[in-house]
């Protein structure tokens, strides 16, 4: 954000125990929170809209993605809401972005911290490597400068750059296109309606395969840059 840019400020609802270990780790940091989380929702909202082009959540997807959100939150409390400043542009961008894909912000804003904070469990749930060198040979990522400010700066540019080519190595898709366990669907950017429960779609497709959606196993990391078990490409 430039020093000129007017600012505005933006509300999100956040899962609680994750957003309370993402400040920790940004507080042992030398970096000011609300402009690292304004650089990090900016540069990825191209790859969100790139991702998503001509996915838009039906009506009863965004509501339920809401729901499962709320869900994920402490039973005693409510998502802790969270004012973020951004820039006035920025805020714009998302909002067009939003309405756009009928995207539930507050899911995408989640699903960015979960994977910016990068935990092992996290991302072995999702099939991803938990160390770069484990996947840079294999998907052709590039490796980072010896430099320490070029590396800050590379990184800055594009944090989950190893991340999203391994997404696209395993499912053939973007990140926020990436079709999320049912345990994880507060933080889905898009669900198609066949994993929506209570539309006639997801009927369809339960009476078809005979299975229960909602009781998908965690996924498992396939040798051979196979796709990992229970994940997929989201359809349009």
């Known amino acids: 954000m430039a020093a000129n840019d007017q600012t505005t400020k933006i509300t999100v609802k956040v899962f609680q125990p994750m957003y309370e270990k993402f400040s920790r780790q940004l507080g042992a940091m030398p970096l000011l929170k609300d402009a690292f989380i304004e650089e990090m929702i900016l540069s990825e909202l191209r790859y969100l809209e790139e991702d998503l082009s001509g996915k838009v ?113 395993l499912y053939g898709c973007g990140l926020y296109a990436l079709e999320l366990p049912p345990q994880m669907h507060g933080f889905a950017c898009h669900l198609p309606d066949h994993v929506v429960p209570g539309t006639a779609e997801h009927a369809e497709f339960q009476a078809a395969f005979d299975i229960d959606v909602g009781a998908v196993a965690p996924v498992a990391r396939a040798k051979g840059g196979a796709k990992a078990k229970g994940l997929h490409r989201s359809r349009k």
């Open 57 to 169: 959540n039906s009506e009863a997807a965004r509501r339920y993605i809401a729901g499962s959100l709320k869900r994920m939150g402490p039973r005693d409390k409510e998502l802790e809401p969270v004012s973020i400043k951004v820039a006035v542009s920025t805020a714009a961008t998302l909002r067009r972005v939003a309405e756009q894909c009928n995207l539930c912000r507050d899911a995408f804003v989640n699903f960015l911290f979960a994977c910016l904070r990068g935990e092992d469990g996290f991302l072995k749930y999702l099939g991803f490597s938990t160390r770069v060198g484990k996947i840079g040979w294999q998907s052709g990522v590039e490796d980072m400068p010896t430099s320490p400010l070029k590396a800050i700066e590379v990184s800055l540019s594009d944090p989950l750059y190893y991340m999203r080519s391994e997404c696209q190595d």
